[in-house]
C-alpha cells in the first residue's frame, strides 16, 4: 500500500502544482523522522487552492499509513472536500481509499461503505479500471467483516473480473484473497481453499507480504477443518515471511498480521490441549491486535479468547473475554449501523439501477435513431437506385430511338441517294433523245430542200416522178411538224390546257390553210386552263385531238368543228362535235387511228367515247385530275 | 429529348418531302421518256415508210433513164 500511495503520489505531482511545495510534500511523505517539519514548511508555502487539497491529500495518506487515525480522518475529510471543489478525480479516489482503510481499523464499516461505494460511483463514471478492482475489493472485505458474506463474494467476484480483465497480477491477488475469505468465513471451505491456491498462480514467491496473508489464511481454513497439524505449518510459514523485515522496516500490516497469526497459532494450541503455549500466544496476539489499532483483530482475538477459557473452564475470565467481544462486535454491529449499511446499499444499488435505465433508454434511444438513420439511408439508397435505373432506361430508350432515327435517316439518304442516280440516268437518256431528234430534225429538213432543189432544178415532165418527190417531201414536212411536236412536249415537265389550246390552234391554222371552208371554234373554260397535266397526258390529249380533227377533215366533210373543254366535278371533259356525214360504228371496223386514240386516252386513266350519226360524230374524253 | 425528336421530325420530313420531290420528278422524267419512246417507235415507221419512197422514185428514175437511153 505504501508503494501505491508513492506512486499516486507521482501522479498527483505531474500536475500543474506549485514547485516548492511538491518538493516538500515528497520529502514529507518519505521522511521517517523529519516528516512533521516538511509538512510544516511545505504548509507555509500553500499558495493556491490546489496546493492546499495536495497538502490535506499527503497529510491524509501518511497519517493512514502510520495509523494515526484521528489525524487521518480530520485530513482526508479537508482533502476529499477541495479535491470534489477542483475536481482532482484521481487524488479523490486515493482519498477515498486512504478513508476506507482508516475507517476499516476502526470497525466503522458502514462509514467505510459509504466511502467505497463513493469512490466505485466515480470509477464507473469515469472508467478508472484500477479503482473499479480497488472499490470493489474493499466492499467485498467490509461485506465480510460484517459478517454478510454473500455480499463480500459478490463484490469480491466483481473485483476478480475487472482484474482479470486488466491483467494486473496485484489486483488479482486481492480480489482473490478477498473471494477466499469471504468463502472461509461463510463455512466453504473447498471454495476458499480454491481461490487462496489461486493466489500463487499470480504470485510465485515476488510478494511475500501477500504470500502471508494467504499462508495464514491457508491455515484458516484448515484450522476451521480441524485439520490443527497443517493448519500450524501453514500458519508457521506465514508467521516467518511477517517477520521478515525490508530494509529494515516494518510493512505497515506488520502488526495486523502479527495480531492474526498469534491468534490462529493459539486457537491451534489449545485445540490441541496445549494450553500454557496458547497462553504466550494469546498474550502476543493481545499486543500486536492493540498495536495494529485494528478493531477487527481485537474482536477475533476476544472471540477466541473466551473460547479458550472456556475450554480450561475459566469461567470468570469467560465471561470477561466474552463481554469485551460482544462490546466490540455490538459496536460494530450497532442496529443503526447496519440500517445505514443497508441504505447505503440500497442507495448505491438505486441509483445503479436508475443509471442502467438511463443508460437503458439511451441506448433504446440511439438504437432507434440508428434505426431511423438506417432506414433513411436505405430510403435514399433506394431513391438513387430507382433514379439510376430510370435514367439507364431513359438513356436506353434514348439509344434506342437514336439508333432507330438513324436507320430511318440513313434508309431515307440511300433512297434519296437511288433516285437521284435514277434521275440522273433518265435524264441523259433524255438528253441522248433529245439530241437523236434535233438530228433527225436537220436530216429531214435536209430532204425537203434537196426534194424542193430537184423539183425546182429540173424540168420534171414525168408526172409520176413529180408525184414521187412531191409525196417524200410533205411526208418529210408532216414528220417535221411531228417530231417538233414530240419534243415540245418531251422539253415540257408539266403542260397546262392553255399550252394544249395554242398547240391545237397552230395546228388548226395549218388545217385551215389546207381547208378555208371549215369553221372552228375552240373553247376552254377558265377554269380548267391552268391546270396541269403531265407530259404524256398532254401529249395523248394533244394527239387525240389532232386525230379527231384530221378524221373529221378528211372523211367527215364537215363544215364545222367544234373543241370544248370543260369542268365536270373533279374530271375535265374534252369534247369534239362536227357536223359531218358521220358513220355507222357496226359497220365501220374500228381503224387504226380510232383504236390509237381510245388506247392514248385508256393509257392515261381516261374515258374515251364516241358517237356518230348522219347530223355528225360527238368524241367525248373525260379525264381525271 | 422531346426537342432530339422534334428535331429529328424536322429533319425527316424535309427528307421525305425532297424524295417526293425527286419522285415527282422522275415520274416527269418517265413520262418524258415514254414519249422519246413512242416518237423512236414512230421514227422506225417513218423511216421505213421513207426508204419505201425513196426506192420507188429511185426505181422511176432508172425506169425513165433506161426510156431515154433506148
Excluded at chain 1, 294 to 302: F, I
Excluded at chain 1, 356 to 377: A, F, M, V
Aim: glycine share 2%; charged share 30%.
Amino acid at each position: 500500500m505504501k508503494k501505491l500511495s508513492v506512486f499516486i503520489l507521482f501522479i498527483v505531482f505531474g500536475n500543474s502544482y506549485s514547485q516548492d511545495i511538491q518538493k516538500h510534500l515528497m520529502k514529507a511523505f518519505t521522511s521517517q523522522d523529519s516528516s512533521d517539519y516538511y509538512f510544516k514548511i511545505a504548509k507555509r508555502n500553500i499558495k493556491s487552492k490546489a496546493d492546499e487539497s495536495q497538502y490535506y491529500f499527503c497529510k491524509n495518506a501518511r497519517c493512514t499509513d502510520y495509523n494515526e487515525i484521528d489525524s487521518a480522518l480530520v485530513y482526508g475529510k479537508k482533502a476529499i472536500k477541495i479535491l470534489k471543489e477542483l475536481k482532482d478525480y484521481p487524488s479523490l479516489c486515493t482519498a477515498y481509499s486512504n478513508m476506507i482503510k482508516v475507517y476499516r481499523k476502526q470497525g466503522r464499516y458502514d462509514v467505510a461503505s459509504s466511502y467505497a461505494l463513493e469512490g466505485l460511483t466515480l470509477a464507473e463514471n469515469l472508467k478508472y479500471r484500477y479503482w473499479l478492482v480497488h472499490f470493489n475489493v474493499y466492499l467485498s472485505l467490509n461485506y465480510h467483516d460484517f459478517e454478510s458474506y454473500e455480499k463480500g463474494v459478490f463484490y469480491g467476484k466483481k473485483a476478480l473480473q475487472y482484474a482479470l480483465n486488466k491483467k494486473e497480477k496485484d489486483q488479482i491477488t486481492s480480489a482473490l484473497i478477498a473471494v477466499a475469505i469471504n468463502y472461509d468465513d461463510w463455512n466453504k471451505p473447498d471454495s476458499a481453499l480454491y481461490y487462496h491456491k489461486k493466489v500463487f498462480d499470480y504470485v510465485k514467491g515476488k510478494d511475500t507480504m501477500t504470500l502471508s496473508s494467504t499462508y495464514n489464511n491457508i491455515g484458516n481454513t484448515l484450522l476451521k477443518q480441524k485439520k490443527y497439524k497443517e493448519a500450524e505449518s501453514w500458519i508457521l510459514r506465514a508467521l516467518r515471511i511477517t517477520k521478515i523485515k525490508i530494509d529494515g522496516k516494518q510493512d505497515v500490516k506488520y502488526s495486523y498480521n502479527l495480531a492474526t497469526n498469534y491468534t490462529n497459532l493459539a486457537t491451534i494450541a489449545y485445540e490441541l490441549g496445549d494450553y500454557s503455549k496458547a497462553e504466550k500466544l494469546f498474550e502476543k496476539a493481545l499486543y500486536y491486535s492493540k498495536e495494529s489499532n485494528n478493531a477487527e483483530k481485537l474482536r477475533d482475538y476476544y472471540y477466541h479468547k473466551s473460547k479458550f477459557e472456556k475450554k480450561r473452564n475459566n469461567l470468570q475470565k469467560t465471561v470477561e473475554e466474552q463481554e469485551n467481544y460482544i462490546k466490540l462486535r455490538d459496536s460494530v454491529f450497532a442496529i443503526e449501523r447496519e440500517q445505514t449499511f443497508s441504505e447505503l446499499e440500497a442507495k448505491y444499488q438505486n441509483e445503479k439501477k436508475e443509471k442502467e435505465l438511463l443508460r437503458s433508454k439511451n441506448e433504446i434511444i440511439q438504437n432507434e435513431n440508428e434505426i431511423k438513420r438506417k432506414n433513411t439511408h436505405f430510403l435514399i439508397l433506394s431513391l438513387i437506385v430507382v433514379g439510376l435505373l430510370v435514367i439507364s432506361y431513359l438513356i436506353y430508350r434514348q439509344q434506342k430511338l437514336k439508333n432507330k432515327q438513324q436507320e430511318q435517316e440513313f434508309a431515307l439518304k440511300s433512297a434519296i441517294a437511288r433516285i437521284e442516280t435514277q434521275n440522273e440516268l433518265q435524264e441523259q437518256r433524255l438528253q441522248i433523245s433529245r439530241d437523236l431528234h434535233d438530228n433527225i430534225g436537220s436530216q429531214l429538213t435536209f430532204i425537203i430542200s434537196s426534194v424542193d432543189n430537184i423539183k425546182f432544178a429540173f424540168d420534171l415532165k414525168n408526172n409520176k416522178l413529180d408525184g414521187k418527190l412531191s409525196s417524200i417531201s410533205d411526208f418529210a414536212k408532216d414528220t417535221i411538224i411531228e417530231l417538233r411536236d414530240t419534243i415540245w412536249a418531251m422539253n415540257k415537265s408539266e403542260i397546262t390546257f392553255e399550252d394544249l389550246q395554242i398547240r391545237i390552234h397552230n395546228f388548226i391554222e395549218k388545217a385551215k390553210q389546207a381547208k378555208d371552208t371549215i369553221t372552228f371554234n375552240f373553247t376552254i373554260q377558265n377554269d380548267v386552263k391552268t391546270t396541269k397535266l403531265s407530259s404524256i397526258e398532254g401529249m395523248n390529249i394533244y394527239r387525240t385531238i389532232q386525230e379527231a380533227i384530221n378524221n373529221s377533215i378528211k372523211y367527215a366533210n364537215a363544215t364545222q368543228i367544234d373543241i370544248e373543254v370543260n369542268q365536270l366535278n373533279n374530271k375535265k371533259q374534252i369534247t369534239i362535235i362536227d357536223n359531218g356525214i358521220g358513220f355507222n360504228k357496226h359497220e365501220i371496223e374500228k381503224g387504226n387511228g380510232l383504236q390509237n386514240m381510245q388506247k392514248r386516252i385508256e393509257e392515261i386513266n381516261g374515258q374515251f367515247s364516241l358517237e356518230s350519226s348522219k347530223n355528225g360524230t360527238i368524241i367525248t374524253l373525260i379525264i381525271k385530275s | 429529348m422531346h426537342v432530339n425528336r422534334v428535331s429529328f421530325d424536322a429533319k425527316l420530313k424535309a427528307l421525305e418531302e425532297f424524295v417526293v420531290q425527286l419522285n415527282e420528278e422522275q415520274k416527269k422524267q418517265s413520262n418524258q421518256l415514254q414519249i422519246s419512246s413512242e416518237l423512236r417507235e414512230k421514227m422506225k415507221e417513218i423511216n421505213q415508210t421513207l426508204n419505201k419512197n425513196i426506192f420507188e422514185m429511185n426505181y422511176q428514175l432508172f425506169e425513165d433513164n433506161y426510156q431515154k437511153k433506148k
